[in-house]
C-alpha cells in the first residue's frame, strides 16, 4: 500500500458527461501529480500541483483541469467526455516540489469507462 | 521527439533464472531514472532508482546499470519468482534542468512472464 489513495476505482459514464476523480497523498506529501495510462499512450504525464498551486502541465486536453485544495487532496475534473478519454487515471505524491531525485508514490488508479 | 522506450515488449522466463530488462532513452539532460513494476490492477510500484553520476546501483534482488555513453538502462532481476510477473516501466525525470518540474516521462513498458 502506497499510502495513496484515489476513489472512485471504477467509473462509468456515457459521452459528453463530466466527471470528478480524487486523489488523498501521502500524509506529509505536499506536490500531487496526475497521469493518463491508455493501451495506446503507455502512462502520460497530465498536471502536478504543490502545496495548492499548479507546478507542472504536460499533455493535459483543455476539457480537462484539476486542483489541489488546503487539506492538499487533488480532484481531476474531465468534461465533455470523448470515447478515447477511457482510460486508467493515475495520481501520484512526492514530499517536495520534484525536478529532482525523489520518488513518486502512486495510487491504485480509476478506471474510467466512457460509454 | 525525446522519449524513454523499451527495446521489448514481452519477456519471458523460467522460475530462478535471471531476468534483464532493457530501455533506451534519448534526452542526454536527463538526471535521474527510475523502474517500477506494475501488477494488473494496479498502480506503478517503486522499485530502484538510480542518478545519472552513478553507473550501477544494487537493490534486493535487482540490479540498475546506467550506460549514458549509449544512453541505456537496464533492469537485472535475479532469480525471478512467480511474483515479478508483471510489467516493467522505466521513467526518466528530467529535473529542473530539463524544465520539466518533476514529471516522469515512461517507456511503453515490457510484460514480463515468469514459468514455474
Known amino acids: 500500500d502506497s499510502g495513496v489513495t484515489q476513489t472512485p476505482k471504477h467509473l462509468i459514464t456515457a459521452t459528453g458527461q463530466r466527471v470528478t476523480l480524487r486523489c488523498s497523498p501521502r500524509s506529509g506529501d505536499l506536490s500531487v501529480y496526475w497521469y493518463q495510462q491508455s493501451l495506446d499512450q503507455g502512462l502520460q504525464f497530465l498536471i502536478q500541483y504543490y502545496n495548492g498551486e499548479e507546478r507542472a502541465k504536460g499533455n493535459i486536453l483543455e476539457r480537462f483541469s484539476a486542483q489541489q485544495f488546503p487539506d492538499l487532496h487533488s480532484e481531476l475534473n474531465l468534461s465533455s467526455l470523448e470515447l478515447g478519454d477511457s482510460a486508467l487515471y493515475f495520481c501520484?505524491?512526492?514530499?517536495?516540489?520534484?525536478?529532482?531525485?525523489?520518488?513518486?508514490?502512486f495510487g491504485p488508479g480509476t478506471r474510467l469507462t466512457v460509454l | 521527439g525525446e522519449s524513454v522506450g523499451l527495446h521489448l515488449p514481452t519477456l519471458s522466463v523460467q522460475e530462478g533464472d535471471n531476468s534483464i530488462i532493457n530501455c533506451a532513452y534519448s534526452?542526454?539532460?536527463?538526471?535521474?531514472f527510475i523502474w517500477y513494476k506494475q501488477e494488473s490492477g494496479k498502480g506503478p510500484q517503486f522499485i530502484i532508482d538510480?542518478?545519472?553520476?552513478?553507473d550501477k546501483r544494487q537493490g534486493q534482488r535487482v540490479t540498475v546499470l546506467l550506460n549514458k555513453t549509449v544512453k541505456h538502462l537496464s533492469l537485472q532481476i535475479a532469480a525471478t519468482q512467480p511474483g515479478d510477473s508483471a510489467v516493467y516501466f522505466c521513467a526518466e525525470n528530467r529535473g529542473p534542468y530539463g524544465g520539466s518540474q518533476g514529471n516522469l516521462i515512461f517507456g511503453k513498458g515490457t510484460k514480463l512472464s515468469v514459468k514455474p
Open positions: 534526452n542526454s539532460a536527463s538526471d535521474y
Open positions: 538510480i542518478r545519472s553520476n552513478m
Open positions: 501520484a505524491s512526492t514530499r517536495g516540489r520534484g525536478g529532482g531525485p525523489g520518488t513518486q508514490y
